[in-house]
C-alpha cells in the first residue's frame, strides 16, 4: 500500500508537471505566431514606404512623461500601439476606438493595431506649434478597417516596449536615399502583476503574483529597411 501511495503521488507530480510546461509553451506558441504577423506585416510596410521623416511619422504618446504607447506611421498604413502597463491602470492617453469595434473584433482595447491611413493622419499634430494629436483615437471611419495584430486568444498578450529607430548614417545609400532602421519590441503575458519592474521578463516562482504556469515574456528585433527614399 505504501509503494502504491507512492507511485500514485508520483504520477500525479508527473501530470501537474506537464501541465505546467503545457501551458507555458501554449503562451510561448501565441506570442510566437504573432511575432511572425507583426514582422512580416511590418517589414513588408516599412519597405513599401515612400520616406519617412522619423520627427513626423513616429510619435510617442504623450509627448512627455510615461509613455502610455505610441505610432508608425508609414504612408500606407499606421501601426498603433498601447503599452499593457498603461492599459492595465487606465492610462487616459490610451488610444481607444471613438465607436465599438463590430462583430468581428474582441473587446475595444487596442494592443498593437493597423491602419489604412495613407494620410498619415494618425501621426498628425493638431498645429505646428502643438505636441496634442489631431487623432488620438480611431475614428468611426476606420473602426472596421483597423486589424489587431494581438487578437485574444486563450491568453491575453500585450506589448511591453516598441522602438524604432534608425543605424547610423552610414546605412543610408547615397544614390537611393533608403535607409536602415532596426525595430525592437516586446511582447507577452499582460498581467502586470506577475512580471518585473520593468515588464521584461515574469517574477520567478515563489515571488508574490508570480505566474510560472503562465507567464511568457519574448523580446524581438527586426532590420527593415524604407524602400524608396528617406527625408
Not at 507530480?13 to 510566437?32: F, P
Request: hydrophobic fraction near 40%.
Amino acid at each position: 500500500m505504501t509503494f502504491i501511495s507512492f507511485l500514485l503521488l508520483g504520477i500525479a507530480l508527473t501530470v501537474i508537471q506537464i501541465g505546467a510546461v503545457y501551458n507555458k509553451g501554449t503562451t510561448y506558441k501565441e506570442i510566437n505566431q504573432a511575432s511572425r504577423t507583426i514582422n512580416a506585416e511590418l517589414d513588408r510596410d516599412v519597405s513599401n514606404a515612400s520616406s519617412l521623416t522619423l520627427a513626423t511619422d513616429y510619435v510617442i504618446t504623450p509627448a512627455t512623461g510615461t509613455p502610455a504607447g505610441g505610432r508608425l506611421c508609414l504612408g500606407s498604413y499606421s501601426y498603433i500601439w498601447n503599452y499593457a502597463q498603461a492599459i492595465d491602470a487606465n492610462n487616459a492617453n490610451v488610444t481607444k476606438y471613438l465607436s465599438q469595434p463590430d462583430s468581428t473584433k474582441a473587446v475595444s482595447v487596442i494592443r498593437l493595431l493597423k491602419v489604412p491611413d495613407p494620410s498619415k493622419l494618425y501621426c498628425a499634430k493638431v498645429s505646428t506649434t502643438s505636441t496634442a494629436l489631431a487623432n488620438p483615437n480611431i475614428r468611426v471611419v476606420d473602426t472596421k478597417l483597423a486589424q489587431e495584430m494581438l487578437a485574444t486568444g486563450d491568453h491575453d498578450l500585450g506589448v511591453h516596449q516598441f522602438a524604432f529607430q534608425p543605424v547610423p548614417a552610414s546605412a543610408i545609400n547615397s544614390t537611393t536615399g533608403q535607409q536602415i532602421y532596426t525595430l525592437q519590441y516586446t511582447i507577452g503575458t499582460s498581467q502586470i502583476n506577475a512580471l518585473n519592474a520593468t515588464q521584461s521578463d515574469c517574477k520567478a516562482a515563489g515571488v508574490p503574483n508570480a505566474d510560472p504556469l503562465y507567464c511568457n515574456v519574448q523580446q524581438f528585433s527586426l532590420v527593415v529597411r524604407a524602400g524608396n527614399g528617406v527625408n
